[in-house]
C-alpha cells in the first residue's frame, strides 16, 4: 500500500524565515514523489518533482530514501508563497499511474 | 484549450438524485484520472484511464460511481443516488500517456454539494 504524511495542517512563518514542509511516505518499491501547491482561487499545479533534481520558485525537495521522507525546503520565505502544499507518491514498480496525495499543509507567510 | 476543463464548476442537488460530472483532458493526452477532495481530506484517487480503458478503477468508493471515456477524449464520472458524503471537489487530470514520468495537469474541479 502507498502512504503520504504530512503532520502539518498549518505552517506559519515570517518573510524572509526558511520554510520547511515536511513530507514522509509508506511504499515498498521503488516511488517517484512530487510536490503540487495551490495557491487561493487557482487550480492545483505541480511545483517540482524528485527526478528533476530542480529548484523552483526558490523551493527545493531531497527525496531521502532511508529516512522515507520528501521535504520541501525553502531558505527565505516570501509573501507569495503562501499556499496550499500537497506532497504526493507514485508507485513506480506496480502501483500503477495513480498518484497518492498527503492531506497538505497551508503554508502562511505572514510580513 | 490550453488546460483541463471541467464542468459544472459547482453542481448542488438532491440527496438520491443522480449527477453526471465532465472532463475534457488537454488535447493529446491519453491518460486521465479522476480524483476526490472531501472537506478536511487530501486528494484520493478514483479511478485512471490509459485511452478509453480503465485499468485501474480501484479508487471507486461504491458501485453508485462509475465513469466511461469516449473517443480517447472527454470522460463522464456518474453519481447514482447520490448521498451527503458523495459532497467534495471532484477533480479531474490528464498526462501526455504511458510514459511514467509525465506530471498530471489538473482542472479546477467540479464542487459537489448534496442537500
Known amino acids: 500500500a502507498q502512504r503520504v504524511t504530512q503532520p502539518e495542517k498549518l505552517l506559519s512563518v515570517f518573510k524572509g524565515a526558511p520554510v520547511e514542509l515536511k513530507c514522509n511516505y509508506s511504499?515498498?518499491?521503488?516511488?517517484?514523489l512530487f510536490w503540487y501547491v495551490q495557491y487561493s482561487r487557482q487550480r492545483l499545479q505541480l511545483l517540482l518533482r524528485?527526478?528533476s533534481r530542480e529548484s523552483i520558485k526558490g523551493f527545493t525537495a531531497d527525496l531521502n530514501k532511508g529516512e522515507t521522507s520528501f521535504h520541501l525546503k525553502k531558505p527565505f520565505a516570501q509573501e507569495e508563497d503562501s499556499a496550499m502544499y500537497y506532497c504526493a507518491l507514485r508507485g513506480v514498480t506496480g502501483g500503477g499511474n495513480k498518484l497518492t496525495f498527503g492531506t497538505g499543509t497551508q503554508l502562511k507567510v505572514e510580513l | 484549450g490550453a488546460g483541463v476543463s471541467q464542468s459544472p464548476s459547482n453542481k448542488v442537488t438532491e440527496k438520491g438524485k443522480d449527477v453526471e460530472l465532465r472532463c475534457d483532458p488537454i488535447s493529446g493526452h491519453t491518460a486521465l484520472y479522476w480524483y476526490r477532495q472531501s472537506l478536511g481530506q487530501g486528494l484520493e484517487f478514483l479511478i485512471y484511464f490509459q485511452g478509453n480503458s480503465a485499468p485501474d478503477k480501484s479508487g471507486l468508493p461504491s458501485d453508485r460511481f462509475s465513469a466511461e471515456r469516449t473517443g480517447g477524449s472527454v470522460s463522464t464520472l456518474t453519481i447514482q443516488r447520490t448521498q451527503q458524503e458523495d459532497s467534495a471537489v471532484y477533480l479531474c487530470?490528464?498526462?501526455?500517456?504511458?510514459?511514467?514520468?509525465?506530471?498530471?495537469?489538473f482542472g479546477d474541479g467540479t464542487r459537489l454539494s448534496i442537500l
Open positions: 511504499y515498498s518499491g521503488s516511488p517517484e
Open positions: 487530470a490528464s498526462s501526455p500517456g504511458q510514459v511514467s514520468n509525465q506530471p498530471q495537469h
Open positions: 524528485h527526478i
